[in-house]
């Protein structure tokens, strides 16, 4: 879709989509990738996982895709706030440090400020570390990236999800528990856990306890809570 550079195909392609995710009752698809390589270094163009060198080529398409899984009734995700494209190493098998200046990363904002003021319901924030924006903690846990950046500078009022908390742990030789509790803490409104359900119920357990002891603030929570009932009552 990118090499053909068509709106037209990209939201054709995203209601064929949704319609086959609708058909077999998922309502949510962790797509379209918004992501815009910096170069041919980028792992995620290595992969074919990208739209166009150009940012503004990049937001058309993407947004474009997202509006057809809409239109058939599952909801879009934007991915990998604030931009992989200057990621040389996949995040789930490595911790990777972006070193760009905001300058730099700039142009990758511009797909998600199109996506906000196109109303897309969900972003989902990547596993790296942006050193201009936050030096010690990925954006899935950034309070910086999530909510300063995302919420606070690009109006962002959807959901966000972290990319998988149990990938990111394990390349930091980590349980995913205080990831998870970093990325609740953070504001981030709901957590992508990948690895197996006796870990989604420790991470489960980790939560109600820091939610009961005050560990996550009660309105923080509330704020989360909105959120994600907002989302359901506009399925």
């Given at each position: 879709m990118g090499d053909l550079g068509s709106s037209d195909t990209a939201r054709?392609?995203?209601?064929?989509?949704?319609?086959?995710?609708?058909?077999?009752?998922?309502?949510?698809?962790?797509?379209?990738?918004?992501?815009v390589p910096a170069s041919t270094s980028s792992f995620m163009y290595q992969q074919s996982r990208t739209w166009s060198f150009g940012s503004r080529e990049t937001a058309r398409l993407a947004n474009a895709f997202a509006q057809g899984l809409g239109e058939r009734g599952a909801l879009a995700t934007m991915k990998h706030f604030p931009g992989l494209g200057f990621a040389a190493k996949s995040t789930d098998d490595f911790v990777v440090h972006i070193d760009a200046t905001k300058s730099e990363l700039g142009p990758g904002l511009r797909p998600y400020r199109h996506a906000v003021a196109n109303g897309v319901p969900l972003v989902m924030l990547s596993n790296a570390v942006y050193r201009a924006y936050d030096r010690s903690h990925a954006a899935g846990w950034?309070?910086?990236?999530?909510?300063?950046?995302?919420?606070?500078?690009?109006?962002?009022?959807?959901?966000?999800?972290?990319?998988?908390?149990?990938?990111?742990?394990?390349?930091?030789?980590?349980?995913?528990?205080?990831?998870?509790?970093?990325?609740?803490?953070?504001?981030?409104?709901?957590?992508?856990?990948?690895?197996?359900?006796?870990?989604?119920r420790s991470v489960f357990r980790t939560l109600l306890e820091a939610a009961k002891t005050g560990q996550i603030p009660h309105?923080?929570?509330?704020?989360?809570y909105g959120c994600i009932v907002a989302l359901k009552a506009g399925l």
């Open positions: 054709t392609q995203g209601r064929k989509t949704g319609a086959g995710l609708s058909g077999l009752g998922i309502n949510t698809d962790f797509a379209p990738v918004a992501d950034s309070h910086a990236i999530g909510t300063k950046l995302l919420r606070g500078g690009l109006g962002f009022k959807g959901v966000t999800i972290t990319d998988s908390l149990d990938g990111a742990a394990a390349t930091r030789g980590i349980p995913t528990n205080p990831l998870a509790l970093k990325a609740a803490r953070a504001g981030t409104d709901m957590l992508l856990l990948t690895g197996s359900e006796a870990s989604s309105d923080r929570l509330t704020a989360s």
